[in-house]
DNA sequence: ACGACTAATGTAAGCGTTTGCGGTGGATTC
DNA sequence: GAATCCACCGCAAACGCTTACATTAGTCGT
């Protein structure tokens, strides 16, 4: 094993002057600093975690808590945020609180669950925590407090905890703005669901902002127009579906809350044979990746820069002096992207 | 801060006791570990990670090290694996060796990638490792070897490192015998490539398994069938117009080697006009959640319980006295799953 | 030339566990 | 009833670092 000491030994200082120096102290002459260096390179040594934590109370860790592992936003946001943390040197480590139907460890009360709470947050392998998407109950709330770690939450109604969110209000007044100006008024609005229905509030602020950009233009909202579905694919489709074989509806346009539920939309339409954008327009929220693919006009919200956001904010709290060159700015930045799905509204047939 | 010595005097046992009773020790009365239990209980006890990592030299965290982190495969393994690691009370940390082309740690060289493997793998956080479809260079292998713990690889081509893989030419082999068995005869294959040319050879066992399936029913292989994408459904998308656009070809069903290449297929097919299946049938590999959505026919490789293997293959060798309801058996399994998209061939036209 | 600083380094006391070793007392054996 | 054994538990020494404090050697001002 090479310990500390066998570097010190090797740079002829003593193990405090190694520690120092490869912490990166301003207390070590250069001369030295160098010396050590060379020696732990030599020795390929790397100071052990466990023992750095249990000296200095820094894990030099963050954890990162997401209910879906395998969606393409959630993995976006992982991704930005390992990004800046292992720019940093921090280690991330993952931790799922499943969020689908069967099996997973939904909803409070379940086992894997309580012990994620209860024992995994809770042993100080992290100096703080980033929580996305989450919906909790306030035992919940209150073990995450408990560890007494800096926390973040990404666009989750976590009450009182500092949230990262765009605004959702104004994406999607964005959006439905973005149609009402190619001359839609036929605006139909698929809105998503939570898992268990919670104050989960990003879809009724969603809907909150096409209510209002929908008033603004003086259009009265039809409450057939809006149908709810769960964020996926398959949700968009079958719910449009319904929407375009309802022949009291007549929307000339989709206003989806999520890229994947568009996506599921124009392949619907499609389907039942109009055809996007000549028939009927297409808008999502998110920047997926497929967006070029199916030529979807959305509002891209940066998944990868969200997750960004939330880790450099956590290191800024964490190492108040250095220099992190993440923007002070706590507004998310969301953007219309106009491709190929959207287009001015046709003159009734 | 509640430490191990609150809770010795709480249960009015030393510390040493204490440690045993919550490390599930057998050497401790019943009376007393129910005591110590109830104490820790009462005062919110959890051990420290880090204390005890260092006293024990046992983190009880593993690391795992992936190209992709918002791919669904990808995901889906982190969630297989990361659900068994957190059973046997293990966390996950997480290592993303980003592969994309721009700003990516893609190539050896690369900053960010040295100093994966340099420092952060090399700092005693993890008990074992999990290489997920990793292609390294030896300078990589080597250090990854330097840290001297468990090391599994999944699907990748980790030379000398004890890997857990379907049998790829099985699994092409299969697909492509589906299609053969339906009359087709001529039989398209979408072949992977990697993100540098090395020695990935996924793409190359599958166009084998295509080729042998070919051979055994008598079919001439015709190198026009077969071209190559990067994995995604724009890639699969974009050759798939290729073979149909080409008059030479004539292909009736197209093999892709992953799911999301063959929705591309697809919806190419459809773009331009032909239907599936009746006029083209396309067959995928993965078990893709959107599969069922599709209705493609695909050969389904459990990435959940491939991860879950991986994990517990390692759990294996970091306890061996425990029981973990792992099987033994390391042949991944594969499953042919008949949807909607493959049919009979239709008689020559 | 001498005291007062300052910069650089060393000394050693933790950090909160785990665990080898040894001790104690009751049960078992002959 | 002595000898032996065993089950249970406590003592205290690591584990490999960090950091407050002490120490040393220059520097500077007068």
Request: aromatic share 6%; proline share 5%.
């Amino acid at each position: 094993m090479t310990s500390i000491e066998k570097v010190a030994e090797l740079a002829g200082v003593s193990t405090a002057t190694v520690s120092r120096a490869l912490a990166g102290k301003p207390t070590v002459a250069a001369a030295t600093r160098a010396r050590v260096l060379e020696a732990a390179q030599e020795l390929g040594y790397v100071v052990s975690a466990s023992a750095s934590s249990l000296a200095s109370g820094k894990t030099r860790n963050v954890g990162v808590v997401m209910p879906f592992l395998n969606r393409w936003f959630f993995g976006s946001v992982l991704k930005g945020a390992h990004r800046t943390l292992a720019d940093a040197g921090y280690d991330l480590t993952l931790y799922h609180l499943d969020s689908e139907r069967e099996g997973g460890a939904t909803e409070p009360g379940d086992p894997r669950r309580t012990r994620l709470f209860e024992e995994f947050l809770q042993r100080k392998r992290v100096d703080a925590l980033i929580a996305v998407s989450l919906e909790m109950n306030d035992a919940e709330l209150e073990s995450l407090r408990r560890i007494g770690k800096p926390l973040v939450g990404l666009g989750g109604p976590l009450s009182g905890v500092p949230t990262l969110s765009i605004d959702d209000v104004a994406v999607a007044k964005l959006a439905t703005e973005h149609l009402v100006s190619l001359g839609h008024t036929r605006i139909a609005h698929v809105s998503g669901t939570s898992t268990y229905a919670r104050d989960f509030h990003l879809p009724a602020h969603r809907r909150e902002g096409y209510e209002t950009a929908l008033r603004e233009a003086n259009i009265t909202a039809d409450p057939r127009l809006v149908r709810s579905a769960d964020f996926t694919i398959a949700g968009g489709y079958a719910v449009t579906r319904q929407l375009l074989g309802d022949p009291e509806v007549r929307a000339t346009a989709i206003f989806a809350a999520s890229d994947e539920m568009a996506f599921g939309a124009m392949i619907a339409a499609r389907d039942v044979g109009r055809r996007v954008p000549e028939d009927l327009s297409v808008i999502g929220i998110d920047g997926h990746e497929l967006c070029e693919f199916f030529g979807l006009t959305t509002i891209d919200q940066f998944p990868e820069i969200q997750g960004e956001r939330a880790a450099s904010t956590l290191l800024r709290e964490l190492e108040p002096h250095t220099q992190h060159h993440a923007p002070e700015n706590v507004s998310l930045p969301y953007e219309l992207a106009v491709r190929k799905s959207t287009a001015v509204a046709a003159s009734p047939a």
